[in-house]
């Protein structure tokens, strides 16, 4: 797999890229700003672009704007948003416009190279991985603080691991419960989110991300 990294921090980008090589991740590009994470990725094509939501020179959303303008020119490109902040106006568009082939993970709760690595590898395969505290962020943007009301406790910890592309067998073994109490869950989260059955499990995250598009704006 190979991807470039987008962060106006040298130091996290040159640590990171060391890090993602170590696993065998080819590195093709380290960049600090959007215009070279435009030239990048036109230039080496990677399978996904790691991307900093802020970026010179206003440090606001600038990459996450990249983003959205990389994925209209590269519709194939894996497009992970790895930052320390949450911006839902872009994150939001990608979504709706988008979903497959994304990511949004907070630095901070990326705890070891395994995990972004499975998240990379699930992105660049078509999936959507999401941190959960993004999911809540976007479901507020939406006014979907009333249905999300309905659920239990429990439904919404499934949902923000659903959410995360984990499998029924890895989230009953993260909360310690059988599988059929996980196919449960799932069940009556979405009907209680009025959401229409899925054919296929790993779409999952898709399917919550169609209820959103259904929201006003």
């Known amino acids: 797999m190979q991807v470039v990294i987008a962060d106006d921090s040298s130091l996290w980008r040159e640590g990171l890229a060391r890090l993602l090589d170590e696993v065998g991740v080819v590195c093709r590009a ?8 435009a030239r990048a990725v036109e230039e080496y094509r990677p399978d996904v672009a790691l991307i ?8 606001s959303h600038e990459g996450a704007e990249a983003a959205l303008a990389l994925r209209a020119r590269h519709p194939d490109l894996g497009i992970m948003l790895l930052s320390q902040t949450i911006e839902v106006r872009f994150a939001s568009t ?8 994304f990511g949004y993970l907070l630095k901070d709760r990326v705890l070891d190279v395994s995990t972004l ?13 999401l941190d959960p505290d993004v999911v809540r962020r976007l479901l507020d943007q939406r006014g979907t603080g009333q249905r999300l009301s309905h659920l239990s406790p429990r439904e919404i910890d ?4 659903v959410a995360e592309g984990r499998s029924n067998a890895a989230i009953a073994r993260h909360l310690s419960l059988t599988d059929k109490t996980i ?11 009025d959401l229409l059955p899925e ?5 999952r995250v898709l399917a919550v991300l169609t209820w959103l598009r259904r929201q006003p704006h």
């Open 30 to 37: 380290l960049v600090g700003d959007a215009a070279e994470l």
């Open 52 to 59: 900093d939501v802020r970026m010179p020179p206003d440090y």
């Open 199 to 203: 054919a296929n499990d790993h779409r």
């Open 94 to 101: 990608l979504l709706e416009q988008h979903p497959q082939r």
């Open 117 to 129: 690595v499975g998240a990379l590898r699930t992105v660049a395969s078509g999936g959507t991985v």
């Open 183 to 193: 196919e449960r869950h799932i069940s009556n989260l979405f009907t209680k989110l």
């Open 158 to 161: 499934v949902l923000a691991l």
